[in-house]
Structure formats: C-alpha cells, structure tokens
C-alpha cells in the first residue's frame, strides 16, 4: 500500500509536466506564425492527433 502511495504521489508530477510540454508546444506553433495546414502536419507528426482526425481537419482546411 506503501509502494501504490507513492507511485501516485511521484505521478502527479510527471502528469503535470507532459500537460504543461504539450500546451506549450502549442503555444510555439501558434506564435511561430505557422499556417493552419503547418501546425496540423506539425501536430500529426508529433502523434498529438490519429490518422482519421488528421485526415478530416486537412480537408476542412482544404475547402476554405
């Protein structure tokens, strides 16, 4: 019960810190002045988002 304790005191810090790394990797892209298409390629590259959301966002980006 020990061990369980302190495997969740020691994740909320490692949670914290990928959340704070992805918003600020978003941050980047918006204030890199990075086109929409850019950001998204950017985004899938980085796994941040699946092949079919992917896929769905560049063709409503395409028929803008």
Do not use: C
């Not at 918003?23 to 988002?49: C, H, K, P, T």
């Amino acid at each position: 019960l020990l061990v369980l304790g302190g495997l969740f005191v020691a994740g909320i810090p490692a949670i914290a810190s990928l959340l704070s790394s992805n918003s600020s990797m978003r941050s980047q892209d918006v204030n890199s002045g990075a086109s929409a298409r850019e950001i998204l390629d950017q985004r899938y590259a980085r796994g941040e988002i699946g092949r079919d959301e992917y896929q769905r966002t560049k063709q409503d980006l395409e028929q803008k």
